[in-house]
């Protein structure tokens, strides 16, 4: 059975820093690109950020871009979620995916993590 674990989420003010991480188990890891997502209050869930198979590929959505970095460690099964500069429009429920392919609407992930939340006050 696939797991995927989130974790490091919190309250912290406009500013400050905070790194997610996800641990999967039950899956051939390498076989997945890994993404983060996240969902505010009333709003649909958003792409967020993507780390290749590999790791050397990225992709990060415009409004996190340069704030935020995504990495992974293939022998730990985890990949992480670097934010700096956090917003208060960064609030939301982040949750990381699982998918074979490269492809990051929501319908393309094919694992979901229970989601980890984050605050960012101002």
């Known amino acids: 059975q696939v797991h995927l674990v989130e974790s490091g989420g919190g309250l912290v003010q406009a500013g400050d820093s905070l790194r997610l991480s996800c641990t999967a188990s039950g899956l051939a890891f390498t076989s997945y690109a890994m993404g983060w997502f996240r969902q505010a209050p009333g709003k649909e869930r958003e792409f967020v950020a993507a780390s290749s198979w590999t790791g050397r590929g990225t992709l990060f959505a415009e409004s996190v871009e340069g704030r935020f970095t995504i990495s992974r460690d293939n022998v730990k099964n985890t990949v992480y979620l670097q934010m700096n500069s956090l917003k208060p429009e960064d609030t939301a429920i982040y949750f990381c995916?699982?998918?074979?392919?490269?492809?990051?609407?929501?319908?393309?992930?094919?694992?979901w993590g229970q989601g980890t939340r984050v605050t960012v006050s101002s």
């Open positions: 995916g699982a998918s074979t392919n490269w492809e990051w609407s929501t319908h393309d992930v094919e694992y």
